[in-house]
């Protein structure tokens, strides 16, 4: 392709830089590269492109982008193959297991850079961020950094949805949704690693269908490695838009949340045991009632209905608290659409959180497909 068709393909409505390119050949015939980009993708027709010329309008260093294929039915495999016929760092890799962390290890075991950086296909990337990843590794000497999950959203349901995925009551008050936190955290988005890393700890674990970053950043903190947050880091995830996706999303994290639990003896964060503890009194407290009612205990019947109502009333006065609190930057509708969000945050991951604590007590080795289908 001729450099103007080159360029035109890069001249979108995008933040505006130049085209990230590898070094010249060396003798080898390989272009050497400074850091491997890893991104996992699968049926990701409308974001792959606007993906794409985020990172190649990157000032940075050297760089490969290697993407792990998931087996895409929608167009995304012939995007890809026209981006990768056109510009020589731009890789595509066949995922025939399709899961988030088979393509990671993919991309890893194909990448010849010292520094490995996971990239999210949802995710818009400030031309620097390749850049700053590399400084703030080599300045802090921490294991993997990253920023904080800043939102860009545009439209009036976007904005609604991103101010619940960044609220600290929908996500309990995670450190790595703070844009002003610069320190050590126990996980970043993404991530970007020295390659020794996975030599010394292994690489993702392929059981998990969701939350493997998030073992893999408990692995390294047990292993005496750090973690480290910083401000200049800076990119803009585009939450889901959907209340049945976001459902979907969400009981996928809690279910496996508990795999990574029973792997470890520990969770990563108490706050990931907050969610399932709420929708088993939710689910549980009726069933003591009934369960007392039906012997007799009337005192016990009336205690857990009491308690019951009190759990509803204090979850939804705090949920709608927190929604006021946001009216001034969101608008009147936040007061009702924030708590139903809330609740879709809280809801779907404790009933997964339960569902895979069900599994586990079983010894259920299949795995429902709810479970399992990754959607976005």
């Given at each position: ?51 794409l010329c985020s990172v190649l309008r990157q000032q ?130 993404y991530g970007c690693w020295r390659r020794e890393l ?179």
């Open positions: 392709m001729a450099t103007s068709k080159k360029r035109r393909l890069l001249e979108r409505p995008y933040e505006e830089g130049p085209v990230g390119r590898p070094a010249e050949t060396d003798r080898s015939g390989e272009q050497p590269v400074a850091v491997s980009i890893i991104v996992p993708c699968r049926n990701e027709r409308t974001a792959i492109e606007p993906f940075a260093p050297p760089f490969e982008v290697l993407i792990a294929d998931g087996r895409s039915d929608d167009g995304t495999r012939q995007i890809l193959e026209r981006f990768a016929r056109e510009y020589p760092n731009v890789k595509m890799l066949d995922n025939a297991a399709r899961f988030t962390s088979s393509g990671l290890n993919l991309a890893i075991a194909a990448a010849r850079a010292p520094i490995i950086m996971r990239m999210d296909c949802h995710t818009q990337y400030r031309e620097d961020y390749i850049a700053e990843c590399v400084r703030v590794l080599e300045e802090t000497g921490a294991s993997n950094v990253g920023g904080a999950a800043r939102t860009r959203p545009a439209g009036f349901r976007a904005r609604l949805f991103a101010a619940a995925y960044r609220h600290p009551f929908s996500c309990g008050g995670a450190l790595f949704h703070d844009e002003n936190y610069e320190g050590p955290i126990d996980t970043v988005p996975f030599d010394q700890i292994g690489m993702f674990d392929e059981m998990l269908v969701r939350n493997q970053d998030d073992e893999f950043n408990l692995r390294t903190l047990r292993a005496g490695g750090r973690i480290w947050q910083s401000r200049r880091i800076v990119s803009w995830y585009e939450p889901r838009t959907s209340l049945s996706a976001l459902f979907r999303q969400y009981f996928q994290y809690g279910y496996w949340k508990v795999a990574v639990i029973r792997k470890h003896r520990i969770p990563a964060s108490w706050r990931h045991l907050v969610p399932g503890a709420f929708v088993a009194m939710v689910l549980g407290l009726p069933l003591t009632v009934g369960a007392a009612a039906a012997i007799g205990i009337a005192k016990l019947a009336i205690l857990g209905a009491a308690a019951w109502v009190a759990v509803l009333s204090v979850y939804a006065v705090s949920a709608a608290s927190a929604a006021l609190l946001t009216i001034s930057q969101n608008g009147p509708a936040a007061s009702v659409a924030l708590p139903v969000l809330f609740a879709i945050y809280h809801v779907s991951y404790g009933l997964g959180f339960l569902s895979g604590i069900l599994a586990a007590a079983r010894n259920q080795r299949a795995v429902p497909a709810r479970a399992a289908d990754i959607t976005r």
